[in-house]
């Protein structure tokens, strides 16, 4: 299989990027591990586990019957895929619980 012209100059840019020195006294990684307890904590009745996180049925619907939730804030930090098929599942019972309202 070929590869494109445009897609090696693309390469050879980003290639370039990776490379580029920048001047900084100090670099701090931010990156969050933990769910961010500002929501959870502000929502009056939700039911919480540990760590802040929002404790769900297994319809992913919380002790706040008109709130889903799932993924992180829910299993306090997992994987994507966890994250995916709990907003699937969410989905499709916030669904069923519209129809029948
Ligand atoms: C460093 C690191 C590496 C990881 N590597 C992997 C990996 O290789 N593979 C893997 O499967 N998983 C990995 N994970 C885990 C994965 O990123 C999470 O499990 C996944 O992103 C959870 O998805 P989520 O939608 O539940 O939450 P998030 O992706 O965290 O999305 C929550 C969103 O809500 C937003 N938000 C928060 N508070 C508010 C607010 N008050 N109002 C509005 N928006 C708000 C946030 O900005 C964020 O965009 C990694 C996690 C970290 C931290």
């Known amino acids: 299989m070929g ?6 100059e693309l390469a050879e840019s980003v290639a370039d990027l990776n490379d580029l020195p920048v ?19 502000s929502i009056e009745g939700l039911e ?6 929002i404790t769900v049925s297994e ?12 993924g992180d804030i829910v299993r306090g930090g997992a994987t994507v895929i966890l994250a995916m ?3 699937r599942r969410a989905a499709q019972n916030m669904d069923e619980y519209l129809q029948n309202k």
């Open 3 to 8: 590869v494109g012209r445009g897609y090696c």
């Open 23 to 41: 001047d900084v006294d100090q670099v701090i990684v931010a990156v969050g591990v933990s769910p961010n307890p500002l929501v959870p904590k």
């Open 48 to 53: 919480l586990g540990r760590k802040n996180t």
């Open 59 to 70: 319809e992913m619907q919380s002790s706040r019957k008109e709130i889903f939730a799932g």
């Open 85 to 87: 098929g709990d907003g």
